[in-house]
């Protein structure tokens, strides 16, 4: 397969750039360099849209012929957004918080051409029931996963999986940050088909 288009992934992530990996199609990586506070009065979906845009924008700067992925997630509980825990403390509250709750993940998906600037975006969904969990079980599974820079302090594609009592959703890919199945809708929309001869 020969792919005309540079592909460049707006994110430093390795969670990302492992799952670009599984697509198994060139691609290069840059850092959006932009602020992603949240603005007043917006919606967690509208947080993430704007976000995976300007981070595609950001790059796009620097890649003037290439398709530009970015994406942006957050994790809701009750409403409320939960970030990056940062610190074992702060990860044991989320998952106190987490438990035996069902936690919304919201991705943010955009792929931008710096060509013509023309863009897709959209929100892919995921969402995962918690077990009830034990002060023990919790304490035990941030010392073994260490999850302190994962929205919702769990990493579903290790130990995190046995939290849940169940998961919703269309692409399991989405909970990690970069909805593999959209995306591979947009590549071909925009003239990349991954499983061509």
Same mark, same amino acid.
């Given at each position: ?23 198994h199609t060139p691609f290069e990586t840059a850092a959006p360099d932009i602020d992603e506070t949240r603005l ?49 403390? $702060? ?49 035990a599974y941030l010392r073994k996963d260490q999850p302190y820079n994962c929205a919702g302090s769990f990493r ?18 989405a909970l990690m940050g970069l909805p593999l199945i959209r995306l591979s809708e947009m590549l071909k929309q925009?003239?990349? $088909?991954?499983?061509?001869?």
């Open positions: 397969m020969t792919i005309t288009r540079t592909l460049v992934l707006g994110s430093t992530s390795p969670y990302r750039r492992e799952l670009m990996q599984r697509l007043p009065g917006e919606s967690a979906r509208d947080m993430v849209l704007r976000l995976s845009l300007q981070k595609a924008q950001a790059v796009a700067a620097q890649h003037p012929d290439a398709l530009i992925i970015g994406s942006d997630q957050c994790a809701v509980l009750h409403e409320q957004i939960i970030g990056k825990p940062g610190s074992h403390e $702060n990860a044991v509250k989320q998952l106190q918080n987490s438990s035996g709750e069902t936690v919304a993940f919201l991705t943010g998906l955009c792929l931008y051409d710096s060509r013509d600037g023309s863009y897709q975006l959209d929100v892919v969904p995921f969402s995962v029931d918690f077990r009830e969990l034990t002060g023990a079980e919790i304490d579903s594609e290790s130990l995190g999986i046995t939290l849940f009592k169940r998961m919703h959703g269309d692409d399991p890919s925009a003239g990349i $088909n991954l499983l061509a001869a």
